[in-house]
């Protein structure tokens, strides 16, 4: 099995390339990385929507725990979930989307492994390692949706579901990434594309104040204990320029909260003026490893200086984009705390 360096991570065939592959397909496993977010979560309904329309036998395998409010986005359609079970039987072709890195395929990862020659990929991330032969890989994309509709438009796909309203559609799957990919359009990848993009996807019924509501203002009270703590445990840096905050296993059962409360939480610090950087250590469990979430800021003026969470974020062997990134410590809370503070105040002093 061939292994893709970081410098190698690249687009290695065409929208019409991957097209082919899953018409040809009679059977297809569409899924992403561990903990998918709302891109994620996205970019495999899309595609699962567009394939199961071609009658093509479509299973789609979200893995590990997520935002509970990201399951408005599967609109009733039936999806698998890992590690509870394990994909039964083989598939044509197998479709990873928003990821090209083994380290975020921890749960059906060694079952992807035996099917690379098998595996298509579609990402719009810097770095990757899975070697799949045909990908996109396309960093100028705000989220792995944009990246994904070359390849749905290349299917013929239908985006507004015709007969079934904007909930469930193909749309509002791809709008969903879109948005929260970009901050509801805040972020600086939010280009001209990107909202070109974001029109096209209003003409086909997205309802897009709906979908704001059922992704962002569905949160379970836990998550405000969480956020209590959170703040409480909060330790400024750099003169107020970053914000380091700690949640223990004990924080967690006292506010009777799980990792799929986490959502947002780690932005609070983001509202104060001085903050550029943001970082939430999380153990929602006893254990050896420590969540690293990390967020920064845009500068405020073109070409000015702001800190690379997914360059902070590989100095723990994590990745992600240049404002939101994440990563994994193998330590105590005490040790991941000092070692992520010692990265950021390195990332400011540049």
């Not at 969480?226 to 840096?237: F, I, K, Y």
């Not at 509202?271 to 939430?280: C, K, T």
Request: charged share 20%; net charge neutral; aromatic share 6%.
């Amino acid at each position: 099995m061939s292994v893709t360096t970081a410098a190698a991570y690249a687009t290695t065939a065409s929208a019409q390339r991957l097209a082919e592959r899953i018409r040809s397909a009679t059977s297809l496993l569409v899924t992403s990385h561990d903990k998918p977010d709302g891109d994620a979560v996205g970019s495999m309904m899309a595609l699962t929507r567009a394939a199961r329309a071609l009658g093509i036998r479509t299973e789609a395998w979200l893995a590990g725990s997520f935002d509970p409010a990201l399951g408005t986005l599967l609109a009733g359609d039936t999806v698998c979930r890992a590690p509870e079970s394990m994909p039964q039987g083989e598939f044509d072709l197998v479709a990873v989307v928003d990821t090209g890195s083994w380290s975020q395929l921890e749960h059906l990862g060694p079952w992807i492994r035996g099917r690379v020659d098998r595996c298509i990929g579609v990402d719009h991330h810097r770095s990757g390692d899975t070697g799949f032969t045909d990908r996109i890989v396309d960093t100028t994309c705000a989220s792995c949706t944009q990246a994904l509709v070359p390849v749905l438009d290349a299917l013929g796909a239908r985006f507004d579901a015709p007969g079934t309203g904007c909930a469930g559609s193909i749309a509002e799957a791809l709008f969903a990434g879109l948005a929260t990919d970009t901050g509801w359009f805040r972020f600086s990848g939010a280009d001209a594309s990107v909202f070109a993009l974001a029109s096209r996807l209003l003409r086909a019924g997205v309802e897009k104040d709906r979908l704001y509501r059922q992704l962002e203002e569905t949160a379970r009270p836990q998550r405000m204990g969480l956020l209590a703590h959170a703040l409480g445990s909060m330790r400024w840096l750099a003169g107020g320029r970053a914000a380091v905050m700690t949640l223990s296993p004990e924080d967690f059962s006292r506010s009777s909260g799980s990792a799929e409360d986490l959502a947002g939480v780690v932005n609070a610090p983001m509202s104060v003026g001085s903050i550029e950087v943001s970082a939430l250590l999380s153990q929602n469990e006893p254990g050896p490893v420590v969540k690293i979430s990390l967020r920064s800021k845009p500068p405020m003026v073109r070409g000015g200086a702001f800190v690379d969470v997914n360059r902070l974020a590989g100095v723990f062997n994590g990745g992600g984009h240049v404002h939101a990134a994440g990563a994994k410590f193998r330590g105590t809370m005490a040790q991941a705390s000092e070692a992520v503070a010692e990265a950021i105040e390195r990332a400011l002093a540049r």
